[in-house]
């Protein structure tokens, strides 16, 4: 099945090209369309994928059609697409923050059958955690497409749509918060006499170890860090000192003040 993005900025090239390694998609069944036209000619040079003319056309060729523009400009191209939706019948998923399935539906004028993903910066690496919903229309078939297209390009989880408001300050704004704590470890360092390049490199090397004994282990966090803290050590005089300064508490009012923001937009 083609599938086609409209849309080729860095989170469509970052979702392209993690097809295109994953080797379940071949690149001569995937288009793109952008208005800056080198922006694809760029895409298929590098990964062989095809270049649409236009958006309608990229909709008469494809059975999915990933939404991959800016979310402030769905109200103006959403309605011009609406014909080609409803004369061709693809699959719709947006990458759109912020924008409900009723939405998309409504700027389209038909009820096509809509998928929305939330994928997050990491997918430039391979890495996303990304969440998806789908409208009624919506089959398995399409659903099992839309799992492997995240798939390749990190993992992904279905999700209520009530949950994406959540979702996207765990997995959108926490990727800052990581960087955040891996700099601040990093500076701890410089202060005690590391060069900042390596201080860095350990602490983010530490932090992906880490993340990977979570998700590989299953193990609950608390119980790896009583592994690593032996009585009266050095790592748990760290943990207690970072449990007196409140680093729960400040984690947890971090994405507090996301959410309540994100409530707000």
């Known amino acids: 099945m083609q599938i086609g993005f409209i849309g080729a900025g860095n989170m469509a090239s970052a979702i392209l090209r993690g097809m295109v390694r994953s080797g379940k998609f071949a690149p001569e069944t995937l288009f793109a369309f952008d208005t800056q036209s080198e922006k694809t000619a760029a895409l298929a040079s590098e990964l062989g994928i095809q270049a649409a003319d236009s958006a309608e056309a990229l909709i008469a060729a494809c059975g999915t059609v990933v939404l991959a523009v800016k979310p402030n400009v769905f109200p103006s191209l959403l ?3 609406g014909a080609a ?3 061709h019948d693809p699959l719709v998923v947006s990458i759109a923050a912020g924008k409900t399935i009723a939405y998309i539906e409504e700027l389209l004028g038909c009820g096509a059958a809509v998928v929305r993903v939330m994928p997050n910066l990491n997918a430039t690496v391979g890495e996303a955690m990304s969440a998806y919903c789908c409208s009624e229309r919506v089959t398995d078939e399409q659903r099992a497409l839309v799992e492997t ?3 390749a390009f990190g993992e992904v989880m279905a999700l209520p ?4 408001p959540l979702f996207g300050v765990l997995a959108g704004c926490a990727p800052a918060f990581s ?3 891996i700099d601040a470890l990093a ?9 900042k390049a390596d201080a860095l490199h350990i602490a983010a090397q530490t932090v992906l170890g880490s993340a990977k004994q979570i998700l590989e282990s299953g193990t ?3 119980e790896l860090i009583d592994r690593v803290c032996s009585p009266g050590g050095t790592t748990i005089e760290g943990v207690a000192s970072l449990q007196a300064d409140a680093l729960d508490a400040a984690v947890a009012r971090a994405v507090g003040a996301a959410l309540d923001k994100d409530s707000r937009i």
């Open 79 to 81: 309605p011009q697409l």
């Open 85 to 87: 939706v409803k004369q």
């Open 149 to 151: 297209m995240c798939g």
């Open 161 to 164: 749509e009530s949950m994406f």
């Open 179 to 181: 960087f955040q704590f």
């Open 187 to 195: 500076r701890a360092g410089v202060l005690h006499g590391m060069s």
């Open 220 to 222: 609950h966090p608390w």
